[in-house]
Protein backbone atom coordinates (compact mmCIF):
# COMPACT_ATOMS: atom_id res chain seq x y z
CA UNK A 1 0.00 0.00 0.00
CA UNK A 2 1.26 3.35 -0.62
CA UNK A 3 2.74 5.07 2.68
CA UNK A 4 0.66 8.26 1.75
CA UNK A 5 -2.41 6.91 0.26
CA UNK A 6 -5.60 8.11 2.14
CA UNK A 7 -6.23 4.22 3.61
CA UNK A 8 -2.20 4.41 4.83
CA UNK A 9 -4.17 7.39 7.48
CA UNK A 10 -7.02 6.34 9.05
CA UNK A 11 -7.41 8.20 11.77
CA UNK A 12 -6.99 11.71 9.50
CA UNK A 13 -3.90 12.78 10.68
CA UNK A 14 -3.49 14.63 7.56
CA UNK A 15 -5.37 17.71 8.16
CA UNK A 16 -6.75 18.19 4.74
CA UNK A 17 -7.76 14.30 4.36
CA UNK A 18 -11.33 13.48 5.92
CA UNK A 19 -11.84 10.04 7.12
CA UNK A 20 -14.01 8.00 5.34
CA UNK A 21 -16.04 4.94 6.03
CA UNK A 22 -14.71 1.77 4.04
CA UNK A 23 -17.38 0.33 2.06
CA UNK A 24 -17.41 -2.92 1.23
CA UNK A 25 -20.65 -4.97 -0.31
CA UNK A 26 -22.77 -6.04 2.35
CA UNK A 27 -26.27 -7.93 2.06
CA UNK A 28 -29.01 -4.99 2.43
CA UNK A 29 -26.37 -2.52 0.73
CA UNK A 30 -28.74 -1.27 -1.94
CA UNK A 31 -31.65 -0.78 1.16
CA UNK A 32 -28.48 1.69 2.88
CA UNK A 33 -28.30 3.10 -0.20
CA UNK A 34 -31.97 3.92 -0.36
CA UNK A 35 -31.92 5.18 3.09
CA UNK A 36 -29.64 7.76 2.45
CA UNK A 37 -31.85 9.54 0.02
CA UNK A 38 -34.81 9.10 2.03
CA UNK A 39 -33.93 11.04 5.01
CA UNK A 40 -32.32 14.08 2.99
CA UNK A 41 -35.63 14.05 1.27
CA UNK A 42 -37.72 14.21 3.54
CA UNK A 43 -35.60 16.77 5.73
CA UNK A 44 -35.29 19.06 2.31
CA UNK A 45 -39.36 18.81 1.97
CA UNK A 46 -40.06 19.72 4.89
CA UNK A 47 -38.11 22.28 4.67
CA UNK A 48 -39.34 23.71 1.31
CA UNK A 49 -42.50 22.87 2.70
CA UNK A 50 -41.34 25.81 5.54
CA UNK A 51 -39.72 28.09 3.03
CA UNK A 52 -42.65 27.85 1.04
CA UNK A 53 -45.18 28.45 3.76
CA UNK A 54 -43.07 32.15 4.97
CA UNK A 55 -43.44 32.90 1.28
CA UNK A 56 -46.94 32.44 1.07
CA UNK A 57 -47.26 34.68 4.23
CA UNK A 58 -45.75 37.25 2.64
CA UNK A 59 -47.60 37.40 -0.10
CA UNK A 60 -50.82 36.97 0.91
CA UNK A 61 -49.64 40.05 3.54
CA UNK A 62 -48.26 41.84 0.67
CA UNK A 63 -44.94 42.04 2.62
CA UNK A 64 -42.34 43.86 0.30
CA UNK A 65 -39.14 44.16 1.92
CA UNK A 66 -37.23 45.96 -1.04
CA UNK A 67 -37.15 46.28 -4.55
CA UNK A 68 -34.74 43.01 -4.81
CA UNK A 69 -37.52 40.77 -5.53
CA UNK A 70 -39.38 42.63 -8.17
CA UNK A 71 -35.69 43.56 -9.63
CA UNK A 72 -35.13 40.05 -9.75
CA UNK A 73 -38.71 39.02 -11.37
CA UNK A 74 -37.92 41.98 -14.24
CA UNK A 75 -34.62 40.18 -14.55
CA UNK A 76 -35.77 36.81 -15.21
CA UNK A 77 -38.97 38.23 -17.26
CA UNK A 78 -36.60 39.62 -19.64
CA UNK A 79 -34.42 36.77 -20.07
CA UNK A 80 -37.91 34.62 -20.91
CA UNK A 81 -38.71 37.18 -23.44
CA UNK A 82 -35.61 36.63 -25.06
CA UNK A 83 -33.78 39.80 -24.40
CA UNK A 84 -30.90 40.90 -22.82
CA UNK A 85 -30.96 41.50 -19.11
CA UNK A 86 -32.63 44.83 -19.09
CA UNK A 87 -33.99 45.89 -15.84
CA UNK A 88 -35.74 49.25 -15.71
CA UNK A 89 -36.64 49.37 -11.98
CA UNK A 90 -32.91 50.07 -11.31
CA UNK A 91 -33.15 52.87 -14.05
CA UNK A 92 -34.39 52.62 -17.62
CA UNK A 93 -32.97 50.47 -19.70
CA UNK A 94 -30.73 48.71 -16.76
CA UNK A 95 -28.27 46.44 -17.70
CA UNK A 96 -28.47 44.59 -14.57
CA UNK A 97 -25.26 42.48 -15.31
CA UNK A 98 -23.40 46.42 -14.72
CA UNK A 99 -24.84 46.04 -11.37
CA UNK A 100 -23.90 42.61 -10.15
CA UNK A 101 -22.43 39.48 -11.85
CA UNK A 102 -24.92 36.93 -11.88
CA UNK A 103 -25.06 35.45 -15.60
CA UNK A 104 -26.29 32.11 -14.47
CA UNK A 105 -29.50 33.37 -13.61
CA UNK A 106 -30.74 32.51 -16.93
CA UNK A 107 -31.25 29.25 -15.78
CA UNK A 108 -34.27 30.03 -14.22
CA UNK A 109 -36.19 31.83 -17.08
CA UNK A 110 -38.26 28.76 -18.52
CA UNK A 111 -39.37 28.48 -14.77
CA UNK A 112 -40.60 31.99 -14.83
CA UNK A 113 -42.00 31.81 -18.30
CA UNK A 114 -44.38 28.80 -17.23
CA UNK A 115 -45.36 30.78 -14.47
CA UNK A 116 -44.69 34.47 -14.74
CA UNK A 117 -45.08 36.26 -11.65
CA UNK A 118 -42.84 37.70 -8.57
CA UNK A 119 -44.43 34.85 -6.61
CA UNK A 120 -42.79 32.38 -8.76
CA UNK A 121 -39.61 33.53 -8.20
CA UNK A 122 -40.55 33.39 -3.98
CA UNK A 123 -41.22 30.14 -4.30
CA UNK A 124 -37.90 29.32 -6.60
CA UNK A 125 -35.91 30.27 -4.50
CA UNK A 126 -37.41 27.87 -1.46
CA UNK A 127 -36.85 24.86 -3.27
CA UNK A 128 -33.35 26.07 -4.33
CA UNK A 129 -32.69 26.25 -0.47
CA UNK A 130 -34.31 23.23 0.16
CA UNK A 131 -32.60 21.17 -2.57
CA UNK A 132 -29.27 22.38 -0.61
CA UNK A 133 -30.72 20.99 2.73
CA UNK A 134 -30.85 17.41 0.45
CA UNK A 135 -27.64 18.23 -0.12
CA UNK A 136 -26.16 18.74 3.67
CA UNK A 137 -28.20 16.28 5.07
CA UNK A 138 -27.14 13.41 2.58
CA UNK A 139 -23.74 14.17 3.68
CA UNK A 140 -24.31 13.72 7.28
CA UNK A 141 -26.47 10.41 6.75
CA UNK A 142 -23.59 9.10 5.00
CA UNK A 143 -21.02 8.77 7.04
CA UNK A 144 -23.37 9.59 10.77
CA UNK A 145 -26.05 7.20 12.32
CA UNK A 146 -29.49 8.43 11.34
CA UNK A 147 -29.97 10.18 14.52
CA UNK A 148 -27.30 12.52 14.83
CA UNK A 149 -27.45 13.67 10.95
CA UNK A 150 -31.25 14.20 11.03
CA UNK A 151 -30.32 16.55 13.86
CA UNK A 152 -27.62 18.38 11.66
CA UNK A 153 -30.10 18.35 8.60
CA UNK A 154 -32.92 19.89 10.66
CA UNK A 155 -30.59 22.77 12.32
CA UNK A 156 -29.37 23.83 8.88
CA UNK A 157 -32.84 24.32 7.35
CA UNK A 158 -33.53 25.68 10.65
CA UNK A 159 -30.52 28.50 10.23
CA UNK A 160 -30.58 31.93 10.41
CA UNK A 161 -28.75 32.46 7.08
CA UNK A 162 -31.65 30.55 5.64
CA UNK A 163 -34.85 31.63 7.48
CA UNK A 164 -33.00 35.30 6.80
CA UNK A 165 -32.66 34.48 3.08
CA UNK A 166 -36.75 33.63 2.46
CA UNK A 167 -37.46 36.56 4.62
CA UNK A 168 -36.25 39.07 2.39
CA UNK A 169 -37.34 37.11 -0.72
CA UNK A 170 -35.25 36.63 -3.91
CA UNK A 171 -31.72 37.48 -4.17
CA UNK A 172 -29.35 35.58 -6.69
CA UNK A 173 -27.03 33.63 -3.79
CA UNK A 174 -30.23 31.44 -3.75
CA UNK A 175 -28.84 29.46 -6.45
CA UNK A 176 -25.27 29.47 -5.15
CA UNK A 177 -26.57 27.75 -2.13
CA UNK A 178 -27.57 24.24 -3.08
CA UNK A 179 -24.28 24.29 -5.96
CA UNK A 180 -22.08 25.19 -2.88
CA UNK A 181 -23.88 22.43 -0.65
CA UNK A 182 -23.19 19.66 -3.27
CA UNK A 183 -19.63 21.20 -3.87
CA UNK A 184 -18.68 21.01 -0.27
CA UNK A 185 -19.90 17.68 -0.06
CA UNK A 186 -18.26 16.11 -2.84
CA UNK A 187 -15.00 17.50 -1.64
CA UNK A 188 -15.79 15.86 2.14
CA UNK A 189 -15.98 12.76 0.27
CA UNK A 190 -13.09 13.06 -1.95
CA UNK A 191 -14.82 13.16 -4.89
CA UNK A 192 -12.89 15.87 -6.80
CA UNK A 193 -14.07 16.07 -10.09
CA UNK A 194 -17.91 16.47 -8.90
CA UNK A 195 -16.46 19.09 -5.77
CA UNK A 196 -15.23 20.64 -9.05
CA UNK A 197 -18.18 20.34 -11.87
CA UNK A 198 -20.24 21.73 -8.27
CA UNK A 199 -18.20 24.44 -7.33
CA UNK A 200 -17.27 25.89 -10.78
CA UNK A 201 -20.80 27.46 -11.39
CA UNK A 202 -20.21 29.19 -8.36
CA UNK A 203 -18.51 32.15 -9.75
CA UNK A 204 -21.01 33.06 -12.11
CA UNK A 205 -23.85 33.58 -9.22
CA UNK A 206 -22.27 36.77 -8.17
CA UNK A 207 -18.94 38.68 -8.65
CA UNK A 208 -17.31 37.87 -5.48
CA UNK A 209 -17.89 33.97 -4.78
CA UNK A 210 -15.19 33.64 -7.39
CA UNK A 211 -13.39 33.75 -4.54
CA UNK A 212 -15.01 31.36 -2.32
CA UNK A 213 -14.68 29.16 -5.12
CA UNK A 214 -11.26 29.72 -5.55
CA UNK A 215 -10.44 28.64 -1.87
CA UNK A 216 -12.45 25.57 -2.18
CA UNK A 217 -9.72 24.51 -5.18
CA UNK A 218 -7.31 25.65 -2.78
CA UNK A 219 -8.16 23.18 -0.12
CA UNK A 220 -8.55 20.32 -2.90
CA UNK A 221 -4.68 21.66 -3.74
CA UNK A 222 -3.60 21.39 -0.16
CA UNK A 223 -4.92 18.05 -0.21
CA UNK A 224 -2.91 16.80 -2.63
CA UNK A 225 0.35 18.41 -1.66
CA UNK A 226 0.03 17.60 1.41
CA UNK A 227 2.11 14.74 1.56
CA UNK A 228 5.07 16.51 0.23
CA UNK A 229 4.95 18.89 1.95
CA UNK A 230 5.35 17.30 4.91
CA UNK A 231 8.32 15.22 3.49
CA UNK A 232 9.74 18.52 2.73
CA UNK A 233 9.28 19.24 6.55
CA UNK A 234 10.60 15.89 7.80
CA UNK A 235 13.78 16.39 5.73
CA UNK A 236 14.48 19.83 6.68
CA UNK A 237 14.14 18.90 10.74
CA UNK A 238 16.75 16.32 9.68
CA UNK A 239 18.53 18.59 7.46
CA UNK A 240 18.62 21.63 10.15
CA UNK A 241 19.52 19.01 13.30
CA UNK A 242 22.49 17.69 11.81
CA UNK A 243 23.77 21.00 10.59
CA UNK A 244 22.98 22.62 14.41
CA UNK A 245 24.08 19.57 15.98
CA UNK A 246 27.13 20.73 18.46
CA UNK A 247 30.51 18.60 17.23
CA UNK A 248 31.82 16.28 19.94
CA UNK A 249 34.05 17.63 22.51
CA UNK A 250 37.05 15.62 23.38
CA UNK A 251 39.09 15.77 26.79
CA UNK A 252 41.89 18.49 26.80
CA UNK A 253 39.58 20.44 23.95
CA UNK A 254 43.40 19.30 21.95
CA UNK A 255 41.04 17.31 19.56
CA UNK A 256 43.39 14.01 20.31
CA UNK A 257 42.01 11.03 22.36
CA UNK A 258 43.38 11.16 26.25
CA UNK A 259 46.27 9.47 26.47
CA UNK A 260 46.34 6.30 27.87
CA UNK A 261 42.68 5.80 26.52
CA UNK A 262 40.81 2.23 24.86
CA UNK A 263 40.83 4.08 21.43
CA UNK A 264 44.49 5.33 21.81
CA UNK A 265 45.86 1.93 22.58
CA UNK A 266 43.46 0.30 20.01
CA UNK A 267 45.31 2.63 17.76
CA UNK A 268 48.55 2.39 18.31
CA UNK A 269 47.72 -2.01 18.26
CA UNK A 270 47.50 -1.57 14.48
CA UNK A 271 44.58 -2.79 14.58
CA UNK A 272 41.48 -1.62 12.30
CA UNK A 273 39.27 1.61 13.96
CA UNK A 274 36.42 0.15 16.21
CA UNK A 275 33.64 -1.43 14.22
CA UNK A 276 34.95 -0.12 10.67
CA UNK A 277 37.03 -2.35 8.43
CA UNK A 278 40.12 -0.77 7.22
CA UNK A 279 40.37 0.01 3.34
CA UNK A 280 43.42 0.93 1.20
CA UNK A 281 43.49 4.54 0.56
CA UNK A 282 41.37 5.79 -2.14
CA UNK A 283 43.37 7.13 -5.23
CA UNK A 284 42.90 10.97 -5.65
CA UNK A 285 39.12 11.70 -7.83
CA UNK A 286 39.01 14.48 -10.34
CA UNK A 287 36.83 17.91 -9.94
CA UNK A 288 33.86 17.00 -12.33
CA UNK A 289 33.28 13.44 -11.34
CA UNK A 290 33.54 14.48 -7.64
CA UNK A 291 30.97 16.80 -8.49
CA UNK A 292 29.06 13.82 -10.08
CA UNK A 293 29.15 11.86 -7.41
CA UNK A 294 27.87 14.69 -4.95
CA UNK A 295 24.95 15.30 -7.48
CA UNK A 296 24.23 11.25 -7.49
CA UNK A 297 24.68 11.22 -4.00
CA UNK A 298 22.19 14.17 -3.59
CA UNK A 299 19.32 12.10 -5.68
CA UNK A 300 20.21 9.27 -3.62
CA UNK A 301 19.39 10.83 -0.41
CA UNK A 302 15.97 12.23 -2.02
CA UNK A 303 14.74 9.36 -3.52
CA UNK A 304 15.16 7.70 -0.30
CA UNK A 305 13.08 9.66 1.66
CA UNK A 306 10.71 10.16 -0.73
CA UNK A 307 10.49 6.54 -0.84
CA UNK A 308 11.59 4.01 -3.85
CA UNK A 309 9.94 5.45 -7.07
CA UNK A 310 7.40 8.12 -5.43
CA UNK A 311 6.51 10.55 -7.20
CA UNK A 312 6.20 14.36 -5.44
CA UNK A 313 2.22 14.03 -5.68
CA UNK A 314 1.18 10.53 -5.06
CA UNK A 315 -1.15 9.32 -7.98
CA UNK A 316 -4.68 9.29 -6.02
CA UNK A 317 -3.90 12.75 -5.34
CA UNK A 318 -3.44 14.02 -8.50
CA UNK A 319 -6.94 14.53 -9.78
CA UNK A 320 -7.30 16.75 -6.25
CA UNK A 321 -4.10 18.50 -7.54
CA UNK A 322 -5.04 18.89 -10.83
CA UNK A 323 -9.03 19.70 -10.38
CA UNK A 324 -7.97 22.10 -7.35
CA UNK A 325 -5.64 24.39 -9.61
CA UNK A 326 -8.04 24.71 -12.07
CA UNK A 327 -10.44 25.59 -9.00
CA UNK A 328 -8.48 28.28 -8.19
CA UNK A 329 -7.99 29.76 -11.80
CA UNK A 330 -11.22 29.82 -12.67
CA UNK A 331 -12.69 31.44 -9.15
CA UNK A 332 -9.65 34.28 -9.10
CA UNK A 333 -10.06 34.83 -12.56
CA UNK A 334 -14.10 35.06 -13.16
CA UNK A 335 -14.12 37.68 -9.73
CA UNK A 336 -10.49 39.74 -11.44
CA UNK A 337 -13.24 39.68 -15.10
CA UNK A 338 -16.47 40.42 -13.42
CA UNK A 339 -14.54 43.23 -11.09
CA UNK A 340 -12.30 45.12 -13.39
CA UNK A 341 -13.89 44.52 -16.57
CA UNK A 342 -17.53 43.07 -17.29
CA UNK A 343 -18.99 45.03 -14.65
CA UNK A 344 -17.60 48.75 -15.87
CA UNK A 345 -18.04 47.94 -18.87
CA UNK A 346 -21.86 47.78 -18.65
CA UNK A 347 -22.12 49.84 -15.72
CA UNK A 348 -23.88 53.65 -16.71
CA UNK A 349 -21.67 55.05 -14.90
CA UNK A 350 -18.82 53.39 -15.87
CA UNK A 351 -17.30 51.48 -13.09
CA UNK A 352 -18.37 48.62 -10.34
CA UNK A 353 -20.70 50.36 -8.81
CA UNK A 354 -19.89 48.75 -5.36
CA UNK A 355 -16.12 49.56 -5.38
CA UNK A 356 -16.40 52.07 -1.93
CA UNK A 357 -17.72 49.19 -0.68
CA UNK A 358 -13.90 48.14 0.12
CA UNK A 359 -11.25 49.98 0.75
CA UNK A 360 -8.91 47.77 -0.48
CA UNK A 361 -5.58 50.43 -0.81
CA UNK A 362 -6.43 52.08 2.70
CA UNK A 363 -6.70 48.20 4.06
CA UNK A 364 -2.89 47.58 2.47
CA UNK A 365 -1.78 50.51 4.11
CA UNK A 366 -2.86 49.90 7.65
CA UNK A 367 -2.93 46.04 7.92
CA UNK A 368 -3.76 46.08 11.76
CA UNK A 369 -6.75 47.55 11.12
CA UNK A 370 -7.40 44.84 8.54
CA UNK A 371 -8.02 42.89 11.47
CA UNK A 372 -9.57 45.00 14.16
CA UNK A 373 -12.01 45.94 11.71
CA UNK A 374 -13.05 42.14 11.67
CA UNK A 375 -14.79 42.80 14.76
CA UNK A 376 -15.23 45.83 15.90
CA UNK A 377 -17.63 47.32 16.25
CA UNK A 378 -19.52 44.71 18.29
CA UNK A 379 -22.33 44.31 15.87
CA UNK A 380 -19.49 42.36 13.51
CA UNK A 381 -18.48 39.86 16.55
CA UNK A 382 -22.10 39.18 16.97
CA UNK A 383 -21.74 37.66 13.64
CA UNK A 384 -18.82 35.62 13.96
CA UNK A 385 -20.48 34.42 17.69
CA UNK A 386 -23.68 33.36 15.82
CA UNK A 387 -21.56 31.36 13.17
CA UNK A 388 -19.42 29.63 15.67
CA UNK A 389 -22.37 28.98 17.49
CA UNK A 390 -24.44 27.58 14.78
CA UNK A 391 -21.66 24.83 14.00
CA UNK A 392 -21.34 24.22 17.48
CA UNK A 393 -18.09 25.35 17.64
CA UNK A 394 -16.58 22.32 16.46
CA UNK A 395 -17.18 23.19 12.57
CA UNK A 396 -13.95 25.02 12.59
CA UNK A 397 -11.92 21.42 13.66
CA UNK A 398 -12.20 21.53 10.07
CA UNK A 399 -10.62 22.89 6.95
CA UNK A 400 -13.82 22.97 4.94
CA UNK A 401 -14.53 26.03 7.46
CA UNK A 402 -11.93 28.57 5.77
CA UNK A 403 -14.58 28.27 2.70
CA UNK A 404 -16.73 30.75 4.54
CA UNK A 405 -13.88 33.59 4.95
CA UNK A 406 -13.97 35.56 1.85
CA UNK A 407 -17.44 36.32 2.28
CA UNK A 408 -17.41 37.19 5.72
CA UNK A 409 -14.06 39.07 5.30
CA UNK A 410 -15.27 41.57 2.82
CA UNK A 411 -18.18 42.06 5.06
CA UNK A 412 -16.49 42.78 7.92
CA UNK A 413 -14.41 44.92 6.68
CA UNK A 414 -17.34 46.79 4.26
CA UNK A 415 -17.78 50.15 5.71
CA UNK A 416 -21.45 49.25 5.03
CA UNK A 417 -22.86 48.56 8.34
CA UNK A 418 -25.63 46.35 6.28
CA UNK A 419 -23.36 43.89 5.88
CA UNK A 420 -22.00 43.22 9.29
CA UNK A 421 -25.15 41.85 11.38
CA UNK A 422 -26.33 38.60 10.77
CA UNK A 423 -29.43 39.55 8.51
CA UNK A 424 -30.50 39.65 4.97
CA UNK A 425 -29.33 36.94 2.30
CA UNK A 426 -25.45 37.54 3.28
CA UNK A 427 -24.90 34.61 5.93
CA UNK A 428 -27.33 32.00 3.54
CA UNK A 429 -23.73 31.62 1.39
CA UNK A 430 -22.23 30.87 5.02
CA UNK A 431 -24.80 28.10 6.16
CA UNK A 432 -23.73 24.91 3.71
CA UNK A 433 -19.72 26.21 4.72
CA UNK A 434 -20.74 25.90 8.48
CA UNK A 435 -22.78 22.79 8.42
CA UNK A 436 -20.85 20.80 6.15
CA UNK A 437 -17.62 21.93 7.97
CA UNK A 438 -19.73 20.42 10.91
CA UNK A 439 -20.43 16.97 9.75
CA UNK A 440 -16.26 16.94 8.66
CA UNK A 441 -15.88 17.94 12.16
CA UNK A 442 -17.97 15.30 13.89
CA UNK A 443 -16.38 12.71 11.91
CA UNK A 444 -12.95 13.78 12.45
CA UNK A 445 -13.44 13.73 16.04
CA UNK A 446 -14.49 10.45 16.03
CA UNK A 447 -12.03 9.09 14.49
CA UNK A 448 -9.56 10.94 16.87
CA UNK A 449 -11.28 9.34 19.60
CA UNK A 450 -10.36 6.20 18.09
CA UNK A 451 -7.03 6.54 17.42
CA UNK A 452 -6.61 7.99 21.35
CA UNK A 453 -8.27 4.43 22.46
CA UNK A 454 -6.01 2.77 20.49
CA UNK A 455 -3.05 4.76 22.04
CA UNK A 456 -3.40 6.08 24.70
CA UNK A 457 -7.00 5.62 26.14
CA UNK A 458 -7.88 7.49 29.07
CA UNK A 459 -9.96 11.00 29.22
CA UNK A 460 -8.93 12.34 26.25
CA UNK A 461 -11.32 9.48 24.13
CA UNK A 462 -14.07 9.86 25.81
CA UNK A 463 -13.39 14.28 25.65
CA UNK A 464 -12.91 13.66 21.97
CA UNK A 465 -15.75 10.97 21.92
CA UNK A 466 -18.34 13.03 23.56
CA UNK A 467 -17.60 16.26 21.94
CA UNK A 468 -18.20 14.11 18.32
CA UNK A 469 -21.02 12.88 20.27
CA UNK A 470 -23.20 15.90 21.29
CA UNK A 471 -22.36 18.29 18.48
CA UNK A 472 -25.06 17.63 16.53
CA UNK A 473 -27.16 18.22 19.25
CA UNK A 474 -25.84 21.24 20.45
CA UNK A 475 -26.26 22.57 16.59
CA UNK A 476 -29.94 21.82 16.91
CA UNK A 477 -30.11 23.16 19.65
CA UNK A 478 -28.70 26.70 18.87
CA UNK A 479 -30.59 26.44 15.80
CA UNK A 480 -34.12 25.92 17.46
CA UNK A 481 -33.31 28.89 20.50
CA UNK A 482 -31.93 31.42 17.65
CA UNK A 483 -35.05 30.37 15.38
CA UNK A 484 -37.62 31.12 17.92
CA UNK A 485 -36.83 34.86 17.35
CA UNK A 486 -36.90 34.39 13.43
CA UNK A 487 -39.71 34.05 10.69
CA UNK A 488 -40.53 30.57 10.97
CA UNK A 489 -41.87 30.52 14.18
CA UNK A 490 -44.17 33.40 13.39
CA UNK A 491 -45.84 31.21 10.93
CA UNK A 492 -47.73 30.07 14.17
CA UNK A 493 -49.48 33.20 15.06
CA UNK A 494 -53.00 33.87 13.69
CA UNK A 495 -51.63 37.23 12.18
CA UNK A 496 -49.46 35.59 9.96
CA UNK A 497 -52.02 34.41 7.60
CA UNK A 498 -54.33 37.28 7.78
CA UNK A 499 -54.48 39.18 4.41
CA UNK A 500 -53.93 42.54 4.38
CA UNK A 501 -56.96 44.43 5.35
CA UNK A 502 -56.30 46.68 2.46
CA UNK A 503 -56.17 43.24 -0.50
CA UNK A 504 -59.56 43.82 -2.28
CA UNK A 505 -58.08 47.75 -3.17
CA UNK A 506 -54.31 47.47 -3.88
CA UNK A 507 -55.66 44.13 -6.16
CA UNK A 508 -58.13 46.61 -7.81
CA UNK A 509 -55.75 49.10 -8.54
CA UNK A 510 -53.11 46.97 -9.99
CA UNK A 511 -55.89 45.80 -12.35
CA UNK A 512 -56.12 49.63 -13.48
CA UNK A 513 -52.80 49.28 -15.18
CA UNK A 514 -53.09 47.43 -18.52
CA UNK A 515 -50.75 44.09 -18.90
CA UNK A 516 -47.58 45.57 -20.40
CA UNK A 517 -48.32 49.11 -19.47
CA UNK A 518 -45.46 51.35 -17.89
CA UNK A 519 -46.44 52.51 -14.67
CA UNK A 520 -44.00 54.28 -12.07
CA UNK A 521 -44.96 53.33 -8.39
CA UNK A 522 -43.32 53.25 -4.83
CA UNK A 523 -42.29 49.38 -3.10
CA UNK A 524 -45.92 48.54 -1.59
CA UNK A 525 -46.98 47.28 -5.04
CA UNK A 526 -44.47 46.64 -6.76
CA UNK A 527 -44.15 42.72 -6.63
CA UNK A 528 -48.01 42.37 -7.57
CA UNK A 529 -47.02 45.04 -10.92
CA UNK A 530 -43.96 43.39 -12.06
CA UNK A 531 -45.51 40.54 -13.45
CA UNK A 532 -48.51 42.30 -15.61
CA UNK A 533 -46.45 46.12 -16.68
CA UNK A 534 -42.85 47.40 -16.89
CA UNK A 535 -42.15 48.57 -13.89
CA UNK A 536 -40.25 51.86 -13.03
CA UNK A 537 -39.40 52.63 -9.75
CA UNK A 538 -40.48 56.20 -8.63
CA UNK A 539 -37.25 57.31 -7.18
CA UNK A 540 -36.17 57.23 -10.46
CA UNK A 541 -36.96 61.00 -11.60
CA UNK A 542 -34.19 60.46 -14.74
CA UNK A 543 -36.57 57.66 -16.38
CA UNK A 544 -38.89 58.56 -19.00
CA UNK A 545 -42.51 59.41 -17.88
CA UNK A 546 -44.44 56.20 -17.59
CA UNK A 547 -48.20 56.16 -18.50
CA UNK A 548 -49.25 55.60 -15.16
CA UNK A 549 -48.26 56.60 -11.57
CA UNK A 550 -49.13 54.12 -8.57
CA UNK A 551 -48.46 55.44 -5.23
CA UNK A 552 -49.37 54.06 -1.74
CA UNK A 553 -49.98 56.75 0.63
CA UNK A 554 -50.24 55.06 3.91
CA UNK A 555 -47.26 52.64 2.59
CA UNK A 556 -44.31 52.45 5.16
CA UNK A 557 -41.59 53.61 2.13
CA UNK A 558 -42.73 56.93 2.56
CA UNK A 559 -41.99 57.30 6.08
CA UNK A 560 -45.07 59.36 6.48
CA UNK A 561 -44.39 62.03 4.20
CA UNK A 562 -46.24 60.33 1.23
CA UNK A 563 -47.67 62.84 -1.48
CA UNK A 564 -51.06 64.37 -1.15
CA UNK A 565 -51.29 65.44 -4.32
CA UNK A 566 -50.27 62.15 -5.99
CA UNK A 567 -50.43 64.26 -10.15
CA UNK A 568 -48.76 66.82 -9.17
CA UNK A 569 -46.21 65.12 -7.17
CA UNK A 570 -45.48 62.34 -10.65
CA UNK A 571 -45.89 65.95 -12.56
CA UNK A 572 -43.07 67.09 -11.00
CA UNK A 573 -41.16 64.19 -11.32
CA UNK A 574 -41.44 63.19 -15.02
CA UNK A 575 -42.61 66.39 -16.37
CA UNK A 576 -46.17 65.29 -17.49
CA UNK A 577 -49.78 65.67 -16.75
CA UNK A 578 -51.47 62.98 -15.00
CA UNK A 579 -54.81 62.53 -14.14
CA UNK A 580 -56.09 60.55 -11.29
CA UNK A 581 -58.40 57.44 -12.51
CA UNK A 582 -58.20 55.60 -8.94
CA UNK A 583 -58.15 56.43 -5.38
CA UNK A 584 -58.98 54.08 -3.28
CA UNK A 585 -57.74 53.38 0.98
CA UNK A 586 -54.85 55.49 -0.10
CA UNK A 587 -53.95 53.49 -3.15
CA UNK A 588 -53.51 56.82 -5.72
CA UNK A 589 -53.67 55.23 -9.59
CA UNK A 590 -52.94 57.79 -11.97
CA UNK A 591 -52.61 58.35 -15.76
CA UNK A 592 -50.63 60.20 -17.99
CA UNK A 593 -52.86 62.00 -20.62
CA UNK A 594 -56.07 61.28 -18.85
CA UNK A 595 -59.38 63.61 -19.98
CA UNK A 596 -60.16 65.68 -16.68
CA UNK A 597 -63.20 64.52 -16.89
CA UNK A 598 -62.89 60.94 -16.40
CA UNK A 599 -64.51 59.64 -13.14
CA UNK A 600 -62.33 59.08 -9.89
CA UNK A 601 -62.93 55.18 -8.84
Known amino acids: ?73 QLLSSYAAGAGPVVDIKGHGFNLLG ?71 FHEVALAVPLLAAGLAALREHRW ?85 RAPAAAPVPAASARESTRGAGRAASSSERGAGEAPVPGPRRPALAWGAALVVWGAGVTALAVGVVLPALNPAGEFAYADKLDVAGLLRDPASAVILQVVPVQKLGTWLLLLLAGAVVAVRSPIALVALPTLLWRMLSPNEGYWGPGWHYSAVLMPVVFVALVDAVVRLRADAARARATRGGAEAAVLGGMGAVAPWAALTVALAVGSQLPLAGLVAPEA ?50 EYVVVDRAGATWGGTAPEDVPGYARDVYGTEYTVVSDEANIVVARSGAGSGEPVR
Open 1 to 73: MHPHSRCADPWGRDPWAVPRRRRSPRPGAGARARGHWLLPLLVGSLATALYGALSWSQWIRWDVPSWDNAIFT
Open 99 to 169: DHFHPLLIVLAPVYALFPSALTVMLVQDVLLGISAVAVTRCAVRVLPAAPAAAIGVAYALSFGLQNAVTVQ
Open 193 to 277: RAAAMWSAPVALVKEDLGLTVAVVGALMVAHALHPALRRGLSAGRRRWAAVSAPAPVRSGGSGEEPRGSAAEAHRRSGAPALGVD
Open 497 to 546: WQPDPRRDAKAAAVAEVPPGASVGTDLSLMNALVGRADVHWIGNGEDPAP
